[in-house]
């Protein structure tokens, strides 16, 4: 569902987020759709449309994510918080394989938002990838 975002509380979101996706650090420029505010906390769970509340995400990121809050690491089984990229270091979370094409996640926290966001397995978003590394702009290292 669509909310109204005040024009400033958007400007200030984009420019903490470096306007580019939390979860996948796609960059805007590189991106055919405008970046999503998302609840960091959804709406459905009491999240408030509040500039401490929303950060910037890409389609693909934003509807693998949902509503979802927490998910199950995969290589424990517990259930943890998902990564949270207003307060937590995006690098300590996650790094880049190899080839720059997947997202491997390093903490449970990194594990569980790797799978439930489908960061390392999405075929559409490997395959952008995969191009923007021949070109030489991909991953980014901070
Ligand atoms: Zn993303």
């Known amino acids: 569902m669509r909310v109204y975002i005040p024009v400033e509380i958007a400007r200030r979101v984009r420019q903490a987020a470096h306007n580019r996706c939390g979860d996948c650090l796609s960059p805007q420029h590189l991106v055919m759709a405008r ?6 906390l959804p709406r459905v ?7 401490d509340n929303l950060w910037l995400s890409c389609p ?14 995969p290589e424990t089984g517990e259930t943890v918080t ?5 307060t937590q270091d995006w690098f300590e979370h996650f790094r880049w394989s190899e080839d720059g094409l997947r997202i491997v996640g ?10 439930a966001l489908h960061l390392s397995d999405d ?11 021949l070109a030489g702009w991909h991953p980014p290292r901070e």
Do not use: M
Request: some cysteine; charged content about 20%.
């Open 35 to 40: 970046l999503q505010f998302e609840h960091l």
């Open 60 to 73: 693909l990121c934003n509807a693998h994510k949902g509503d979802q809050v927490s998910a199950r690491d």
């Open 106 to 115: 390093l903490t449970p926290t990194g594990r569980a938002t790797v799978a």
């Open 123 to 133: 075929p559409d978003a490997i395959q952008v990838r995969s191009y923007w590394v």
């Open 45 to 51: 769970k009491g999240g408030l449309t509040s500039e």
């Open 82 to 86: 998902l990564f949270n990229p207003r």
